[in-house]
């Protein structure tokens, strides 16, 4: 097998408790990767259209790439993929910490769950026996109590642990599946309500095999580069010592954050006293008492919260979309209020941008009349209650009152509530939008309406590329105007398919977004040291496009339309704090002909499909 | 109003619990009728595409038609229409006792459920209030158990009930909703597993109205001219002295009843001494006691069941879809077993055709060795099993072990098998085909491959026109040569359009299968004496073309493609019993352009939805 691989998937069939080893193909590993690329292929070829995503044939894939777990700087991550009960398109949803590496060394490459058992079972991977152990025990149990739990029970402290909490239990649609101590979290798409309903509580990894490199010494040089850039570019050491806040200041400059539910510019009275309370380093910075790393990681982003009041000592600290999701978005001008929330999705298993932007959803609703107090059970639901946001994580983890509604994401709290509340779901294919404004930067508007899950910023957000990015990427130019739609179609496209590739291959995506790396060039050159394989720029971003490709023909084959790459109302005709709407209609058949598609239905042409060897 | 319809339509958001009235648009009535005429345009309105059935965005609707509840003879049916989690198509089941004509008299033409309750209720209708109980006393019983208690509980002993069991709480997704102490049962497309996702245990209805009829005398001159003929002519005098079951010896002869799971041509030793253990009189007349009625119908079909060996007193008897469903297709000889089974299914609230034809399936899996006694938990599921049969019925229910792979239906639980269980999955469109081989009649193969809701005998099955109609219907010659495929595509049009209509107006559909009008003329009197409305046979065939194109629109909307119209592929290649395969291809086409489709997608021309007043 091609060095990086473990070359094995393992199988793993919950309803009738089978579990087998298959190879890795590996004509798959050259032409999808790894990751949601492999996964995704995976998912495409077996998930029928009529299968919901509760259900006994839809699938859910742990899947690592070439460079995960291996010594390649920023390379832990994970990602989860499976048919999304939010969007009922392709899902997938990633994580850094430790378990992704800790999978690859017990010798595989990827887990593929289906069916669903009747009892609850964890499934065990260590090097002497892969098997399902009952999990009765540890459900109803928070993640992070379950994790450490799990790891006493089976005498193996070191083992590392991805399980859900509560949310995902009682399939709250936006839950996420944690791992390591609940402090990591592969959130988005509603993986974790997956896996709940399969009556899957945990994976739990312990491995001891190195997987093969091609080139030792290649990858050793390549990483002493990184590594060295790191410590050194000042920009790095300045995202290394914030973390994802860093950028907090400047996202609310340009108008990126929203604010109460993208309905306003400004919270907390005249002059952003809120914003000042959060940004860092004077807000945030007073409940920061550290920083954490994931595997291999010089960069080291992970902060730690720690402040008096709290009852939980050290926390994992929010990050940026939880900051703002929580934040802004719902008036909040409390960073405890926000650090506390995070944390309690983190344990509970719950996505921090939708619970958040759902949070926000009902906010509006309540401040508009469309519900009330008979509604909420009696809690004022305004933007800006912190204890009311405490109470309505809670509600929704446990389904209890208000939050059974809520726990169905805000498209369909929307269709609930009825009287025009979806005007105030700030969704895209059911996916509540992460926490950027594109009305601050047009591409990010044609980039929300166009990706397969929805969204999303981490299929390639175009944020930093029409704005000040600090050095060209792929040969577009810089801080292109970000007002204007002209060239967008295809900088949007262009940096959707170089994170495709990226993201499969097993890379953290702030390796790209903070510039991490000296060149894209070094991608692939530590590509080649793990995997022997030397790419040119123009063909990683041809895999990229694959896969993305991909992503999109398994949204057509399970029912979607030119109607679902559209934006929530609101940013097409209500300006935002950056003084615009975004103008969808000028970017989108130009991106659909950018992409070889069919320019009216947004449909992948045969021709397009051919070319990319996935007919 | 138009005489016939109560005019009012009860919405209540379970998610919500708010419950409102609306009115019943007099246009839709003149349009869709009732039934899932005016409930499948709710449907389509109101389900969007990316909806789950167990999704707070599926609709549950249980609707009347015009002459359901009234005077007019054998119109005592009420139907259930909602997105069925065994298709994802268009799913809707029907039943008779006198649940739908209390409905009717509670002043109410349908009841539009939306949501999901956080905690088990029922809903609770009489003239004086109409409210959401908590039903947590009952969660957990089996449905005549709760009936019984819920009656006693709400201190009304004549209310009328439709509740599930324990397989819709468990959501076995052929489960279907008992009424009048689970002795009918609407039951087919998984409809009560959308009710147990919804926490909804249960609508008991007691009403005191009566709705208004446009021509009082015509309707008591239909109906006395009806009476005289059902209890004159001698072959609806036969159908009353035997039920269902008097077809089962013709059936037999012509290769109808499907033997093993379709795979064999008798069972139970030479000379087929199996079947007569079961026929009428000889087998199943042993432990007939007697005869039940439905709401207005001189006709009675419906039979009690009474044996030495039963601890259960008199229960209602297995219909002829029962007696083939777990007799001969699961290679069972008592009659007895047969009549355990069928109760057992009545109480836990499961469709006996799918629950026979999935247990069929797997002793046809365990025969091949595609599963063993590891799975099935030491149960020999071999054909002829009876205890086997019995107790995997149980396991069902309450999805326990193999239960729980069996739960899914035959479709999924034939994926999660593999290894080519696919073949011996005898459903189309996920749904269960109903007890008739369609080797033994061209049209009903044709027929079976194209109906909305899946395998379906009840939209038109062209069995007795293919064989031994006794008269004419709406100018098709009858006896078709029933081996060839002449002619079909025309024929399975018409009876379905027909079917779509009587179906709507609430009349049951033993009433043209058994001959007991007089003629289809008697139809359209006693549709004028409720409505005042006089319609040609063209214009009522009109109207159930447009009903039946809706519910299509339905499916193309939910993702349906030309692929979905098609039959288990044994039916295809392995001849039947009767000496054949279908051969669909040769009227695919010819069928498709009858109906104005496009012959190669089959998909509604907008020129024909146009002509259908469905643009």
């Known amino acids: 097998m091609i060095g990086g691989y473990a070359g094995k998937i393992l199988r793993v069939n919950l309803s009738r408790r089978k579990i087998s080893t298959e190879v890795l193909s590996e004509s798959w590993a050259r032409k999808y990767i790894g990751g949601y690329g492999t996964a995704g292929k995976i998912l495409y070829d077996e998930v029928p259209a009529w299968a919901d995503a509760f259900d006994p044939e839809n699938r859910l894939i742990f899947s690592t790439g070439p460079v995960s777990g291996t010594g390649v700087p ?14 009922g398109f392709f899902g997938d949803a990633s994580a850094g910490g430790f378990w992704g590496a800790e999978l690859k060394s017990s010798g595989y490459d990827s887990i593929v769950f289906n069916g669903r058992s009747s009892k609850p079972v964890l499934l065990w991977i260590d090097d002497v026996a892969t098997e399902l152990v009952d999990a009765q025990p540890y459900w109803g149990m928070d993640a992070r109590t379950a994790d450490r739990a799990i790891r006493k029970d089976l005498g193996e402290a070191g083992a590392r642990v991805a399980v859900i909490g509560q949310a995902g239990e009682n399939l709250v649609r936006f839950a996420g599946i ?11 798409c509603g993986v974790g309500a997956v896996m709940g309903y ?5 994976v739990a990894v312990k491995g001891e095999r190195r997987v093969h490199i091609e080139r030792p010494d290649l990858l050793r040089s390549v990483a002493s580069e990184i590594t060295r850039f790191v ?4 920009h790095v050491k300045s995202f290394t010592k914030a973390g994802t806040m860093l950028y907090f200041d400047l996202n609310w400059e340009i108008g990126d954050v929203p604010v109460c539910n993208l309905s306003r510019s400004d919270f907390g009275g005249p002059g ?16 920061i008492a550290g920083k954490r790393t994931c595997h291999v990681c010089p960069v080291s982003c992970r902060r730690v919260a720690s402040y008096p009041a709290s009852d939980k000592g050290e926390i994992e600290g929010p990050e940026y979309e939880t900051v703002a999701s929580f934040g802004p978005n719902c008036g909040i001008d409390s960073i405890r209020t926000i650090a506390e929330a995070s944390d309690l999705c983190n344990i509970y298993g719950l996505d921090t941008i939708s619970t958040g932007s759902t949070i926000a959803f009902a906010m509006e609703c309540y401040e508009n009349g469309l519900i009330d107090k008979a509604d909420t059970g009696g809690v004022e639901l305004t933007f800006g209650n912190a204890d009311a946001l405490i109470d309505t994580v809670h509600r929704i983890a446990h389904r209890e009152g208000f939050g059974n509604i809520l726990a169905e994401g805000s498209r369909r709290a929307s269709r609930i509530i009825g009287n025009g509340a979806e005007y105030y779901a700030m969704q895209v294919k059911g996916l509540e939008l992460a926490m950027h404004d594109p009305r601050a930067f047009q591409g990010g508007g044609l980039h929300f309406a166009c990706t397969p899950t929805g969204g999303r910023h981490t299929e390639g957000l175009t944020l930093g590329h029409e704005l000040v990015k600090t050095r060209p990427l792929l040969g577009i130019p810089v801080a292109l105007d970000r007002f204007s739609t002209q060239g967008k179609a295809r900088l949007v496209k262009i940096v959707e398919d170089w994170t495709a590739f990226i993201s499969a291959a097993g890379w ?8 991490a790396y000296p060149t894209e060039k070094s991608f692939l050159l530590a590509y080649e040291a793990v995997t022997g394989i030397a790419f040119t720029i123009e063909q990683a971003l041809t895999i990229g496009e694959r896969i993305f490709n991909l992503k999109k023909c398994f949204n057509i084959k399970h029912g979607a339309t030119r109607n679902d790459d559209t934006l929530p109302k609101r940013l097409l005709i209500e300006k935002g704090k950056a003084g615009n709407i975004v103008k969808l209609d000028e970017m989108l058949g130009e991106y659909y002909q950018a992409r ?3 320019p009216n239905s947004g449909t992948p042409t045969p021709e397009r499909l051919s070319c990319l060897g996935l007919d």
């Open 596 to 598: 070889g598609w069919n």
């Open 178 to 188: 944690p791992n390591d101590e609940a402090n990591r979290i592969a959130a988005r």
């Open 272 to 287: 952003d006293p809120g914003v000042q309370k959060l940004a860092y380093p004077d807000g945030y910075g007073k409940i």
């Open 231 to 234: 410590t050194s570019d000042p």
């Open 198 to 202: 399969m009556n899957l509580k945990a």
């Open 508 to 515: 953290c995506l702030f390796t790209d977004d903070a510039n």
């Open 74 to 87: 920023t390379a832990g991550r994970h990602c989860v993929v499976t048919k999304s009960p939010l969007t």
